[in-house]
């Protein structure tokens, strides 16, 4: 099958594999609310519209989540999660612990579920989100604090009921 | 190590299974002595496992084909090409349905082929793999797929070698290592030269019906998919971390 060797080709079909992910990530992100696949779309669009050869040499999967990113900042969502305490909607049926992550700050939300769903290393998450190695590490110290003390208190509630 | 504290970062990188081994055994002899910083590490593992079990089974659903139209919008580089590959594809695996398959393109290949391999090999009780010791099986594998191939060390997660064997794959030959656990149960490795692409894909995952889950990766002298019908993801997982870390290091 030679037009397999077609870099373009081979790009967007490594781009259509990893659209399961991206899906997943949108949907963890905001959980449940906000449309997640208006997100990838977008996502997507942007990807066919900048795709160059370097994009398949470099770390595809890094570039397609760094575009969700930026999209997902720049799109309302984003913006309104980013205002001071304003927790996010998530669906009434949603776990517990789905709608915890609503709570934080969307960096911390991001980095948290890149490590965790997308098992990406430290430093292809900070390549992901622009940011420095070390703000990565903070960040997901703080997220996972505070999910962990957020399911604590919960357990303990329902003990109490 | 005695500090009263550590770097928080290594706990996190305990945590997410990036330490590497020496660090790895220090940290755990210091958590040993510190039950409150382990319980901690061990309510951050439960919380990765709480969020990747809530999700798992989204990789398995089926692309809207909205999302696909998506990307192929833009007409300004022609794709007939891929069009094409993508109907047949498509038309293949309905033919097939063996699995539930996660994108078109030579990863979904590789996964059928090697979800087959497992399924018509693992099941072997007298001759799973060829008769030959490991480091011939090898160096023939290796010359019949004109690349090294290599059998990677899974004792840590309780898998022996058991060997391998040849296979024909769509256009060159393949290859099936094969490992077996204490209680029996098998895990394949199959190596297909066909698959191979430029880039480096990391891990992805496919399951199908009957159990069998997949992870395979491909770089740009290889596919490479374990597969298993009896670990569970989490388990398989872990495996395919530690072959894809030898493999391509």
Same mark, same amino acid.
Request: hydrophobic share 45%; aromatic share 6%.
């Given at each position: 099958?030679?037009?397999?060797?077609?870099?373009?080709?081979?790009?967007?079909? &490594?781009?259509?594999?990893?659209?399961?992910?991206?899906?997943?990530?949108?949907?963890?992100?905001?959980?449940?609310?906000?449309?997640?696949?208006?997100?990838?779309?977008?996502?997507?669009?942007?990807?066919?519209?900048?795709?160059?050869?370097?994009?398949?040499?470099?770390?595809?999967?890094?570039?397609?989540? +760094?575009?969700?990113?930026?999209?997902?900042?720049?799109?309302?969502? &984003?913006?309104?999660?980013?205002?001071?305490?304003?927790?996010?909607?998530?669906?009434?049926?949603?776990?517990?612990?789905?709608?915890?992550?609503?709570?934080?700050?969307?960096?911390?939300?991001?980095?948290?579920?890149?490590?965790?769903?997308?098992?990406? +290393?430290?430093?292809?998450?900070?390549?992901?989100?622009?940011?420095?190695?070390?703000?990565?590490? +903070?960040?997901?110290?703080?997220?996972?604090?505070?999910?962990?003390?957020?399911?604590?208190?919960?357990?303990?509630?329902?003990?109490?009921? | 190590?005695?500090?009263?504290?550590?770097?928080?970062? *290594?706990?996190?990188?305990?945590?997410?299974?990036?330490?590497?081994?020496?660090?790895?055994?220090?940290?755990?002899?210091?958590?040993?002595?510190?039950?409150?910083?382990?319980?901690?590490?061990?309510?951050? =593992?439960?919380? !990765?496992?709480? $969020?990747?079990?809530?999700?798992? /089974?989204?990789?398995?659903?089926?692309?809207?084909?909205? #999302?696909?139209?998506? @990307?192929?919008?833009?007409?300004?580089?022609?794709?007939?090409?891929?069009?094409?590959?993508?109907?047949?594809?498509?038309?293949?695996?309905?033919?097939?349905?063996?699995?539930?398959? @996660?994108?078109?393109?030579?990863?979904?290949?590789?996964?059928?082929?090697?979800?087959?391999?497992? /399924?018509?090999?693992?099941?072997?009780?007298?001759?799973?793999?060829?008769?030959?010791?490991?480091?011939?099986? @090898?160096? $023939?594998?290796?010359?019949?797929?004109?690349?090294?191939?290599?059998?990677?060390?899974?004792?840590?997660?309780?898998?022996?070698?058991?060997?391998?064997? @040849?296979?024909?794959?769509?256009?060159?030959?393949?290859?099936?290592?094969?490992?077996?656990?204490?209680?029996?149960?098998?895990? /394949?490795?199959?190596? !297909?030269?066909?698959?191979?692409?430029?880039?480096?894909?990391?891990?992805?995952?496919?399951?199908?019906? =009957?159990?069998?889950?997949?992870?395979?990766? #491909? *770089? *740009?002298?290889?596919?490479?998919?374990?597969?298993?019908?009896?670990?569970?993801?989490?388990? #398989?997982?872990?495996?395919?971390?530690?072959?894809?870390?030898?493999?391509?290091?």
């Amino acid at each position: 099958m030679p037009e397999r060797c077609l870099p373009g080709v081979q790009s967007q079909e &490594g781009i259509a594999a990893l659209i399961p992910h991206l899906r997943r990530y949108a949907r963890a992100l905001a959980a449940t609310g906000a449309a997640p696949d208006d997100l990838v779309r977008a996502t997507l669009e942007r990807a066919a519209q900048d795709l160059k050869p370097a994009h398949a040499r470099a770390d595809l999967r890094v570039w397609l989540f +760094s575009l969700l990113h930026e999209t997902y900042v720049a799109s309302a969502a &984003g913006r309104d999660m980013q205002g001071a305490a304003a927790p996010g909607e998530a669906e009434p049926g949603a776990a517990a612990f789905e709608r915890a992550i609503v709570t934080l700050p969307p960096l911390q939300r991001e980095i948290f579920l890149l490590v965790t769903l997308e098992d990406m +290393s430290y430093e292809q998450v900070a390549k992901t989100l622009d940011i420095p190695i070390g703000t990565v590490m +903070s960040r997901l110290s703080r997220a996972r604090e505070k999910l962990r003390l957020m399911l604590l208190n919960e357990a303990r509630l329902r003990q109490v009921k | 190590m005695n500090p009263a504290r550590l770097p928080e970062a *290594d706990l996190h990188a305990y945590v997410d299974g990036r330490l590497d081994v020496a660090r790895r055994a220090a940290l755990e002899s210091w958590l040993a002595a510190r039950p409150a910083e382990a319980a901690r590490v061990a309510a951050y =593992r439960v919380l !990765g496992e709480r $969020w990747r079990a809530a999700y798992a /089974t989204m990789l398995e659903e089926p692309v809207p084909p909205a #999302l696909l139209c998506a @990307l192929e919008a833009k007409p300004a580089r022609r794709r007939p090409l891929l069009r094409a590959a993508v109907g047949v594809a498509a038309g293949a695996l309905i033919a097939l349905g063996v699995l539930r398959y @996660l994108a078109p393109g030579p990863a979904s290949d590789i996964v059928q082929r090697a979800a087959m391999a497992h /399924t018509v090999y693992a099941a072997e009780v007298q001759h799973p793999v060829e008769p030959r010791a490991r480091g011939e099986l @090898l160096e $023939w594998l290796s010359e019949r797929l004109r690349m090294k191939v290599q059998a990677p060390e899974l004792h840590a997660a309780g898998l022996a070698f058991l060997g391998g064997r @040849l296979l024909p794959g769509d256009a060159a030959a393949a290859a099936l290592l094969m490992y077996e656990g204490q209680s029996g149960q098998r895990v /394949t490795l199959y190596w !297909g030269p066909e698959f191979r692409q430029a880039r480096e894909t990391g891990l992805l995952y496919a399951s199908g019906e =009957r159990g069998m889950r997949v992870y395979y990766w #491909l *770089d *740009d002298e290889c596919g490479y998919a374990l597969a298993s019908a009896e670990l569970s993801q989490e388990e #398989l997982h872990a495996v395919a971390k530690m072959a894809h870390e030898q493999l391509e290091k």
